[in-house]
């Protein structure tokens, strides 16, 4: 089974904002479940891609996945800095992991911040709990950069984002 990458068209938005929450919450990475805002977030795909470019992974002509790049100096970074790009978002269906998808979302990404002048590096954040999404990460050549981890949520002590990052 091939996967497409390719931008998301806006008939599939709502599709991808159900993946992106359902992979939130089915893995336990929000801490207040339904009404965590962070979860509004993860569902409104059409106000990402007005101010970043949001691909899909496509496979038999389903969506099955999705991630949001950051071109540098974006305003959906979290992350970035000058001369910086930035992966956010990565999800993938339940149904379709292990298939390739999360890695060719993210490989999408590594060559569309090579394709952006004056971009140096791609930078992300991860949650901890997020091992298989690390996998792809550091087969990918991205390394830990523990001195960018932060806190997204400052009354959450124990919610640290790990940071990683590819040099171009």
């Known amino acids: 089974m091939d996967i497409v990458i390719?931008?998301?068209?806006?008939?599939?938005?709502?599709e991808l904002g159900g993946i992106t929450a359902q992979a939130y919450l089915g893995d336990g990475l929000l801490d207040f479940g339904e009404s965590d805002t962070y979860l509004?977030?993860?569902?409104?795909?059409a106000k990402r891609a007005?101010?970043?470019?949001?691909l899909v992974a496509v496979r038999d002509g389903r969506v099955v996945g999705g991630v949001t790049f950051v071109p540098s100096g974006g305003?959906?970074?979290?992350r970035a800095r000058e001369g910086e790009a930035e992966i956010r978002m990565l999800a993938v269906a339940a149904e379709a992991?292990?298939?390739?998808a999360g890695e060719a979302l993210?490989?999408?990404?590594?060559?569309?911040?090579?394709?952006t002048d004056g971009c140096v590096r791609l930078v992300l954040s991860t949650q901890s709990a997020m091992r298989g999404a690390h996998r792809i990460y550091e087969r990918l050549g991205f390394t830990r950069t523990p001195d960018r981890d932060w806190n997204p949520v400052p009354h959450l002590d124990d919610l640290v984002l790990l940071t990683y990052e590819l040099t171009l």
């Open 50 to 54: 007005a101010t970043a470019e949001v």
């Open 40 to 45: 509004v977030e993860l569902r409104d795909v």
């Open 97 to 100: 992991r292990r298939t390739g």
């Open 6 to 14: 390719r931008r998301a068209e806006p008939a599939e938005y709502a």
């Open 106 to 115: 993210v490989r999408a990404c590594v060559e569309r911040a090579r394709a």
């Open 75 to 78: 305003p959906m970074a979290d």
